[in-house]
């Protein structure tokens, strides 16, 4: 069974929040809503997002800090790899340079051996030129009176005399060492 009341908002068309006798208890009720939530939202909600934040913000400007520290902790080494890769480097060139001085003087000294013993044995060939070419004189000038004088005494026996056909083949052998 209805009461009058139900009876009445059953029968009207609209809607119930319209209806104009209940709003003073909407209102009280909205009220009461509004002033509980508020002081949940202000007593332990907002409280509770401020502390996260402030952490958060904690965090990352620990994370910022480290973050930084990191960076010149970073550049700082690469300074030092850089320091340490130039060093290198210089110490490189002067064993390099060391060594190719030491190779030069070694080949120096080897070149300086070789001209020593180049010039000792163009020297010792020399000398047996020389002596080869007077020993092939001498006996060309024997070869060549004994030839003439063997001429001589087949075209005119007994007039063949060895000293004028030794200055005669001197005399010739002069002639074609000047030309």
Do not use: C, N
Request: charged content about 25%; hydrophobic content about 50%; overall charge negative.
């Amino acid at each position: 069974m209805a009461t009058p009341a139900h009876a009445a908002a059953e029968q009207s068309a609209g809607m119930p929040q319209l209806d104009f006798s209940t709003y003073p208890a909407q209102i009280f009720w909205a009220a009461v809503a509004l002033f509980v939530l508020y002081r949940y939202l202000s007593r332990r909600a907002i409280p509770q997002m401020e502390a996260a934040l402030a952490a958060r913000h904690e965090a990352i400007g620990g994370s910022l800090e480290a973050a930084a520290a990191a960076r010149r902790e970073a550049e700082q080494a690469e300074a030092d790899y850089q320091k340490s890769l130039a060093e290198a480097r210089a110490r490189a060139q002067a064993t390099l340079a060391e060594a190719k001085a030491k190779s030069d003087a070694a080949l120096a000294a080897r070149l300086a051996e070789a001209d020593a013993s180049i010039a000792q044995k163009t020297a010792a060939g020399e000398a047996r030129i020389a002596e080869i070419r007077a020993s092939a004189e001498t006996d060309v000038r024997s070869v060549a009176s004994e030839a003439a004088a063997a001429i001589l005494e087949r075209f005119l026996p007994g007039q063949a005399d060895a000293a004028e056909v030794s200055r005669a083949v001197e005399d010739g052998l002069a002639g074609l060492k000047r030309s």
